[in-house]
């Protein structure tokens, strides 16, 4: 209370504070801010009437302080007004290679050069001149100053340079702008600046130019910095930082800085860092009070004892007229004249940030004309502001209002008159374009280096000559080179004879970098006085634009010509028209200017292909075109036919000559022919010299004549089947052409005589188009239809679909094009036969298609195919297909006769056949156009071949059927064994040796039969005999649809079956193509199959129950168009033949069985498979949820890899694993954990895998098998597969090996992985007498000996097994390898690896006390050599059973025992035999006990002995031994068992343990949970659901909240280790026993912390709907989908809420959803909504409150402040008001100032007032 009455003392202001400096603390009697009691009221006037007259007071001093300024201290910023040392703040405009250019306020500009930025960056240049080398520290200046970067500056010098222009010098040397402060002058929160001077290895040492004071940056506090403003890694030497002082040490000596943007942008300069004039800083934000407003700007007062100015340009957004006198603002000081104490401001919002960038860097106007810019104000001896065409504001210098000063006129300027000016500068520090009026700047061409551009005609003076060229004056602040090289046509040897100084010139721009400063010229007379079009960038260049360019380069492959802006053009060596066999060096030179013509431009690879051959006028100019004009007198028109003789073969065509006259011409290689495959084939075979007749020529453009051999090119030309001019062109028109060009948007068809079309996308195929590369191919012939014509835009739309471009007779046309193809193979047989030099050519002439071969088998292929050899075929590749070896087994060397199916003459390779019916055909004579059924044999690029059913006879069809027929999809092209009918079009083999046929168009049958309404679907399937045919095409309804099948009612009886794979010719992976299917949706569809009802086998058609089959139909588009005639045939063994291993295909989820954990799918109708588990994904979380993953009827592609034992189905992979090779990735399951040794691995195919401890992780641990248990899907690598034996491994840098994740323990292969004093880890692999022996890998193993395992003495070597286990985990060092010997020698020793001893120094002994203690035994054992026997089992039970001994009494006892053990050696080895021989797979506590009773019967035997010498003595001394010692030992086991469980921090460690504890506390729900956690630890599963189970069933019902915890454990634990089903039981039974809501939430929760977001997002959706009433749920969801980064969808859910939740709860909702959108989502938004509810709800304090917390956090102190100021005005309840007053004060304490905190006070009073006043009246 005390600080509250403090702060708000009680009544109103008190008559003695305004003489003191601080207001003194009111009595606590007086303090009663709230109070609204009456009170006397003549006190209260008194006191009021002293408050009004104290402030009036004051005012008249403030009157008599504003009097004192007068208009001459606003005057702006000049050149002249600038004084040496005068600190400006001052903003980088540009970053030049020596210096940087500085905007400076009121449109000055200054330049700081390299040598001032600071002494560490100097001292680095001098380094660099020193050593003449670069640094690789020494950043130039545009890496460390950006443009916009704000720097606080000193002046240094005014100069004058030559021209008159002032020119300011500037530095940013922390020694030279901080010069007035010293040590004692630092204070914690003073903003400075400063540069980098050293890089630390915790920081950086910041040089803010105090010398006795080392200011220290760390390196953390510069991250934050650097990853926010992305500048890199590190900070680099010189660099600029705004720095605040965090701490201040040793009186100024050392100081801590931060440079957090967040704190050096809230930063203000206050009384307490105690500013003094002389050390006042630009840059610096303060807080003032205005003291006079007037036109030219306002006066403030800021810091107590400080008076500045703010002019016009920076009065910021609010106008001069909103600003009233006494008010407080935020403003930065500018600039600093410590002479005159003239102090100048601004209040731009932009500088009362520091540290941040200027935002608008330049203006894109600058240079603009601006006809009627409006005069807003004019200022005397200032300058003028105008309202620009955009309504921008701009300023114009009064020195650039008129052109001097003798015709200025100030009356021109009065507000409103409109005047032309230019646009000269952008001004970074005042926000303002600078404008001239000047009639010289107006008129100037060019204003700055951007103005000029490329190919630019410009004139200029001649600055000076230099060796490497003329410097040229465009104009006063524009220059130029000229290179040598360009300074005439011809190089000069003597310039300074032509060129004199102060001449001018005429030159053209080459190349302009405005960023640099760099203009290139030439003087080439040529290129300056061209008229033609100027090519200034590749984008320009189009094919056939001449120009003028100039040679840079001559090479033997031709030349590079350069044009304006180092566009560089290649001219080939074909294309320089020189005589032949001229070299390119001799006839061109470097710098000669060249007419040129594009012929090519590539602009995105930046290529451009170039000629000196130009048309017949431009060519007639050139003196190097005398020889080639000639040539050009004879020309050829288009469609003449010429022959020609073959010069030379290039790579995608042939040069020619054109006979008799011998003109240059060109065959493209794609115009060989109409067939793609022949034209290949044509190029191939011809050589130079041989003649083609019958050529046409396309056309003669540019001195490039192209000629064309396309027969159908040709014969459309001579049929006059052409249009010559756009006018002949009519919608509808067929015309033949070829393809020009492919874009992904549509194909370019040109036609002869030059008109050129374009295809669309849509318009190229029947089918569906996705790429167009995929069906045409540039050259391709086609037939094209017209479809539309734009006359203006010269525009022909066209149509390549084959249904609109093919006639009716598509068999004649399929004919046609197969026997033209036929005769072109034999044109190409018989110019091959004419070659003599090849021997493969002569021996593919004498083999036809069809003949009998006598072979002999040399090899045989992996995929069943084999290769032969024979005479006949010496040089040739000849092979047949496993299906075409006919069943027969074949051996090399084995000979084989073969019948020739197809001959690539261009691969020279030959497929044959031993197919029995192939090679003994039965001919028979066949008839024309006769129809029969033929097996598809082999499919080529053009044609196929077919053998008739029956007689073996061999045939060709074509595989097109027209032209534009190219592209098939895979079902529907033809494959090997496909029935097809054929009609057969020759009668007689011809050359080719084999009859031509074509496909026969399928017969449409459609059978409809109507069905009784009595009949059911199984009746009408069971009876219905129907007539339908392979290929018949029938309608029908839609019944239903299942995931890979619909049902279709073809009629009333009848019922089909639409496989998922007959739906779609292209299906998506991923899709559902039966969701294509609606029910009642009408259908046309052809059958491809019958399937018996009873045996559910497919028929094959000849069967005699194929009419009583149930049809399988086929929807697919290539169906029912005839391209693909599918047949399901029986499903036997040779259903899968086509599928091999590694084949890739697409097929259909049936369902996931969840019992035989496989997938089942379907390829087709007749082929079904299965994926196994391990090879459904690479992720094992997919697997955990595999049923939900993997939805019935989807898409799928999966990999073959192989058929199952039954061989009906394939084995199928999704992960593209077929086999387990070395280096493969695939998932596995833990079959067996083997403690210490590893774990066994069940792999996919049926293998097994073994994983060794070294392989289980990348980084070894003391439990590395604690997180595996049996049944554990694992993602593994397969390391080797040898001998049957797998190995694999389970580290993450092997499954995972993209992920680059840290190896902390890598693998150790060798020897020479292993090094000297190293470091390794690894695992126990055998304990011996002679040590230890330590696996560091699988392969390399290391010893530890005895001595190297402790450096105290071991008195008994069982100690070592005690506390060291095979397989366990040790660190050790290396301390010697022997590379030799394979050996290395390891130490686990404290002092070597640091860590403490395994075994326990309490247990050994210092070396130096072991004789000592041995001659003490030896001693005492002499003396009780008797009582020795007897004492000695007690002493081994003792030692057994009590730890607790010290060691050195623990080792005397065992040196006993060793030396008895000694002297029994001969009478009983059975005592040492547990001792030294023990199992290694032993549990220790069973093996003391055999110890126990082993060494008890060698004591019974002697004592029997003894019992002989003196019976009743030994009797009574030994029973009496014996019961003192059960005693002893009873009551040590007892004390210690009640000792344990005493102990507070005692843990069960049994489930006895816990048996024990629930018993005692059974409605405790934390022990259920431990007990559960017991089990779940060594992964007993069912054991924890059992736990739960039982404390389900125990905890009373009253304990909801502790039932509650056992199901949500039960939940988790379903969630881990369960399946999603198992999950499901348990969350709908936890519902029926808890609160449903409670149950919800969990569950959300655990999806949510197990990432499984898909299953949270489907819970919360059906909590919405269940629990739409309930305001936490939306809450919940709202903070689930912003944690998610799903802001979009969280604002959806905001109305959504509004409408199910009741109108009390609105508010609240709100509310919280708006804090949830603070903190992680978007901020502005989490406003609006504040903003919007409070508008609505201005009462509601608690918002207010919230909203306030809120910004606190997230918002800026202005907003913070904004909003209390609306809180403390709003009319609320005086206790809510006081509450509001608390808590603004307390703010302000906190983060304000003195000033701010004493605001808030006054307004409190202010509220008192007003309510006492109210409250009197």
Request: some cysteine; overall charge positive.
């Amino acid at each position: 209370m005390s600080s509250v009455e403090e702060n708000f003392p009680r009544g109103g202001t008190q008559t003695k504070a305004p003489k003191r400096k601080a207001a003194r603390p009111p009595s606590v009697d007086q303090d009663n801010l709230f109070k609204t009691q009456d009170e006397d009221r003549t006190q209260k006037r008194k006191r009021n009437i002293q408050d009004r007259t104290k402030p009036k007071k004051f005012l008249k001093s403030e009157k008599k302080i504003i009097v004192k300024t007068n208009a001459k201290d606003f005057e702006l910023l000049t050149a002249e007004s600038l004084t040496e040392g005068m600190l400006l703040l001052g903003c980088v405009k540009e970053s030049n290679q020596l210096e940087l250019v500085i905007s400076l306020p009121n449109g000055l500009i200054g330049f700081v050069q390299v040598t001032r930025i600071c002494d560490a960056y100097n001292k680095m240049l001098n380094e660099q001149v020193a050593k003449d080398e670069h640094l690789a520290d020494l950043n130039p200046l545009s890496d460390l100053f950006s443009p916009g970067m704000l720097l606080r500056c000193s002046v240094v010098s005014i100069e004058k340079t030559a021209t008159g222009h002032q020119n300011i010098q500037l530095t940013i040397n922390p020694k030279d702008v901080n010069k007035a402060l010293n040590t004692a002058a630092l204070r914690p929160g003073m903003l400075l600046s400063g540069c980098i001077s050293s890089v630390e290895d915790h920081g950086y040492l910041i040089d803010i130019g105090i010398k006795a004071a080392k200011a220290f940056l760390p390196r953390q506090k510069a991250q934050s910095y650097l990853q926010s403003t992305n500048k890199g890694a590190e900070l680099h030497i010189g660099q600029y930082l705004n720095c605040l002082i965090e701490e201040v040490k040793n009186n100024g000596r050392i100081i801590r800085l931060t440079i957090n943007q967040l704190e050096i942008a809230a930063a203000i300069a206050t009384e307490e860092q105690n500013w003094a004039l002389n050390n006042l800083l630009p840059g610096l934000v303060v807080k003032a009070q205005i003291q006079e407003v007037t036109p030219l700007g306002l006066s403030l007062s800021f810091l107590s004892s400080f008076t500045g100015i703010v002019d016009f340009m920076h009065l910021g957004s609010a106008k001069a007229r909103n600003y009233t006198p006494s008010q407080m603002v935020k403003a930065c000081i500018l600039s600093i004249e410590p002479s005159s104490k003239a102090i100048h401001l601004s209040l731009r919002r932009v500088f009362l940030q520091p540290g941040i960038q200027l935002g608008q860097l330049s203006s894109d106007r600058i240079g603009v004309i601006l006809a009627d810019s409006r005069v807003k104000t004019f200022h005397k001896k200032v300058g003028a502001t105008f309202i620009l065409d955009d309504g921008t504001l701009g300023f114009a210098h009064l020195k650039h209002l008129s052109d001097s000063s003798n015709s200025f006129r100030p009356e021109a300027f009065k507000p409103g008159s409109k005047h032309k000016c230019r646009i000269i500068d952008y001004s970074l520090m005042d926000d303002l374009p600078l404008l001239s009026l000047k009639q010289r700047i107006l008129d100037a061409r060019f204003l700055r280096y951007h103005d000029v551009h490329p190919g630019q005609v410009v004139e200029g003076t001649v600055l000076a000559l230099k060796p490497f060229g003329m410097q040229v004056k465009v104009t006063e602040h524009i220059k130029g080179l000229v290179p040598c090289l360009h300074l005439a046509d011809v190089l000069l040897k003597n310039p300074e004879k032509k060129y004199s100084v102060g001449s001018t010139v005429k030159c053209r721009v080459l190349t302009s970098n405005p960023e640099e400063r760099k203009l290139i010229l030439t003087l080439k007379r040529t290129l300056v006085d061209s008229k033609l079009p100027v090519l200034a960038s590749y984008a320009g260049a189009k094919p056939g634009m001449i120009t003028h360019g100039f040679v840079v380069c001559a090479r033997e492959f031709g030349c590079i010509v350069k044009f304006c802006n180092d566009i560089k053009g290649l001219v080939p060596k074909n294309e320089l028209g020189t005589e032949p066999l001229t070299v390119p060096q001799e006839a061109f030179s470097e710098g000669q200017v060249v007419k040129v013509m594009v012929l090519k431009c590539e602009p995105e690879q930046e290529r451009l292909l170039l000629s000196f051959k130009l048309t017949d006028n431009a060519l007639a100019e050139n003196s190097t075109g005398k020889v080639f004009s000639k040539k050009r007198e004879i020309t050829y028109e288009t469609g003449q036919m010429v022959d020609v003789s073959i010069l030379k073969k290039k790579e995608g065509g042939l040069e020619v000559t054109i006979l008799p006259d011998n003109v240059s011409a060109y065959i493209p290689m794609m115009h060989l022919s109409d067939h793609v495959s022949n034209c290949k084939l044509w190029w191939h075979w011809l050589k130079e010299n041989d003649v083609l007749h019958r050529v046409i020529c396309l056309h003669d453009k540019g001195g490039h004549i192209t000629l064309s051999r396309k027969p159908a090119v040709i014969s459309a030309v001579e049929e006059e089947q052409v249009v010559k001019s756009f006018s002949d062109l009519e919608p509808g028109l067929l015309l033949t052409g070829y393809v020009r060009n492919i874009m992904p948007y549509g194909v370019f068809v040109e036609f002869p005589y030059g008109l050129t079309g374009l295809v669309p996308k849509s318009a190229m195929s029947d089918k569906f188009v996705t790429d167009p590369k995929d069906h045409f191919v540039i050259g391709q012939t086609v037939i094209a239809k017209v479809t539309s014509t734009d006359e203006e835009k010269q525009r022909i739309l066209l149509s390549l679909k084959v249904s609109d471009c093919s006639s009716e007779d598509s068999v004649s046309e399929s004919f046609s094009l197969l026997n033209q193809y036929f005769n072109e193979l034999q044109e190409i047989k018989s110019i091959m036969c004419k070659r003599d030099d090849s021997s493969v050519g002569q021996r593919l002439c004498e083999l036809n298609l069809g003949q009998k071969l006598d072979l002999v088998v040399h090899d045989i292929k992996t995929d069943g195919s084999a290769l032969f050899s024979g005479t006949c075929v010496s040089g040739l590749t000849v092979i047949a297909t496993h299906s075409h070896l006919g069943g027969k087994s074949v051996v090399p060397g084995e000979k084989a006769r073969a019948v020739v199916l197809y001959i690539d003459s261009l691969k020279s390779k030959v497929c044959v056949s031993l197919r029995d019916e192939l090679l003994s055909p039965k001919p028979k004579k066949l008839t024309k156009n006769s129809q029969h059924p033929a097996i598809v044999q082999y499919v080529a690029m053009e044609h196929a071949v077919v053998s008739l059913v029956g007689t073996g006879q061999l045939l060709a069809i074509p595989v097109a059927s027209h032209f534009n027929d190219t592209f098939r999809f895979d079902s529907e092209k033809l494959k090997v064994g496909q029935s097809v009918t054929v009609v057969l079009k020759t009668e007689q083999e011809a050359d080719h040796g084999i009859l031509l046929a074509a496909q026969s168009p399928t017969k449409r049958k459609n059978m409809i039969r109507s069905r009784h309404e009595s009949e059911t679907l199984e009746d009408t399937v069971s009876m219905v005999k129907h007539s339908l045919c392979l290929g018949d095409v029938v309608k029908g309804t839609v019944k239903s649809v299942k995931p890979t099948h619909a049902l279709v009612a073809i009629d009333d009886k009848l019922t089909g079956s639409i496989h998922a794979s007959q739906i779609l010719d292209d299906v998506p992976i991923g899709t559902f193509p039966t969701s294509k299917l609606k029910v009642g949706q009408e259908v046309s569809a052809r059958v491809i199959g019958g399937r018996d009802i009873r045996t559910h086998r497919y028929l094959p058609i000849t069967h005699p129950h194929f009419t009583h089959t149930f049809p399988e139909l086929s929807v697919r588009p290539s169906e029912l168009n005839g391209e693909s005639n599918t047949a399901l045939g029986p499903e036997d063994e040779k259903t899968l033949t086509p599928f091999k291993p590694g084949q890739m295909v697409t097929c259909f989820i049936k369902k996931y069985n969840a019992i035989k954990k496989w997938l089942e799918v379907e390829i087709s109708p007749n082929v079904r498979g299965r994926v196994p588990q391990l090879l459904l994904s690479l992720n094992p979380k997919v697997l955990k949820y595999a049923d939900k993953n993997f939805k019935n009827g989807q898409a799928v592609t999966a990999m073959v890899t192989g058929s199952d034992v039954t061989e009906t189905k394939l084995c199928l992979s999704l992960t593209g694993v077929h086999s387990l090779e070395k280096g493969t990735i695939t998932l596995g399951c833990v079959r067996k954990v083997i403690q210490f040794t590893g774990l066994i691995i069940a792999l996919p195919f049926g293998k097994t895998g073994k994983v060794s401890l070294f392989h289980v992780s990348d980084s070894y641990a003391e439990q590395p098998l604690e997180n595996f248990s049996i049944g554990k899907i694992v993602r593994c690598c397969v390391i080797s597969n040898k001998d049957n034996t797998i190995e694999v491994s389970l580290r993450q840098s092997r499954v995972n090996p993209k992920s680059h994740s840290k190896v902390e323990d890598p693998e150790i292969t060798c020897l020479d992985n292993v090094q000297k004093g190293q470091f390794v880890k690894g695992y126990v692999k055998s304990i011996t007498l002679s040590g230890i022996f330590f696996g560091l890998s699988d392969t390399v193993v290391g010893r530890i000996q005895l001595k190297h395992i402790t450096s105290l003495f071991v008195p008994d070597q069982s100690l070592y097994t005690k506390y060291i286990h095979v397989g366990q985990f040790l660190i050790a060092k290396v301390l010697s390898v022997n590379k030799e010997e394979n050996h290395v020698e390891l130490s686990i020793l404290p002092e070597d690896t640091g860590k403490s001893s395994i075994i326990p120094e309490s247990l050994c002994v210092p070396r130096n006390e072991v004789n000592t203690s041995t001659k003490k035994l030896r001693k005492r054992k002499r003396e009780n050599s008797e009582s020795v026997q007897e004492v000695k089992p007690k002493r081994k039970r003792t030692r057994c059973t009590d730890d607790n001994d010290s060691g050195v009494e623990v080792y005397c006892r065992e040196e006993e025992e060793e030396e008895e053990e000694k002297m029994c050696e001969k009478k009983s080895k059975g005592r040492e035999a547990p001792r030294l021989k023990v199992s290694t797979s032993f549990i220790w506590e069973e093996s003391l006990n055999v110890l126990d009773t082993i060494m008890l019967k060698p004591k019974e035997q002697s004592s029997d002995t003894e019992e002989e010498d003196d019976p009743q003595s030994m009797v009574k001394k030994q029973t009496k031994k014996k019961k003192e010692l059960e005693k002893q030992r009873a009551e040590k086991e007892l004390s210690k068992l009640e000792t344990a469980l005493m102990d507070p921090n005692w843990q069960p460690q049994t489930a006895d343990d816990f048996d024990r504890l629930v018993l005692g506390n059974p409605d405790s729900s934390i022990l259920w949970l431990q007990y559960m956690a017991f089990h779940l630890q060594a992964t007993e599963i069912e054991k924890a659901r059992a736990v739960a189970e039982r404390a389900l069933k125990t905890i009373s019902f009253r304990e909801e909240q502790e039932k509650l915890n056992v199901w949500v454990a039960l939940l988790n634990l379903e969630n881990m280790y369960g399946t999603e089903e198992a999950l499901m039981k348990v969350f709908e039974r936890a519902i029926q026993y808890n609160e449903p809501l409670k149950v919800f939430q969990q569950l959300a929760d655990i999806y949510t912390g197990s990432e499984k977001y898909k299953q949270a997002d489907d819970l919360y959706n059906a909590m919405l709907k269940r629990f739409r009433q309930e305001k936490s749920v939306w809450v919940k969801y709202a903070t689930f989908l912003l944690k998610r980064g799903l802001v979009e969808a969280a604002h959806r859910l905001l109305p959504r809420a509004l409408k199910c939740l009741p109108d009390k709860e609105h508010v609240d909702v709100i509310s919280k959803l708006a804090q949830l959108e603070f903190h992680f989502g978007d901020p502005e938004h989490a406003k609006a909504i504040f903003e919007n509810t409070m508008s609505t709800y201005p009462k509601r304090t608690d918002i207010w409150s919230v909203y306030i917390d809120m910004m606190i956090k997230h918002g800026t102190q202005k907003e913070v402040r904004d909003i209390f100021e609306r809180v403390i005005h709003l009319s609320l309840a005086a206790k809510k008001m006081k509450f509001f007053f608390k808590r603004y004060l307390e703010y302000e304490k906190k983060y304000g100032t003195p000033e701010t905190v004493q605001a808030v006070k006054s307004a409190a009073l202010e509220y008192v007032e007003s309510k006492r006043s109210l409250a009197e009246s």
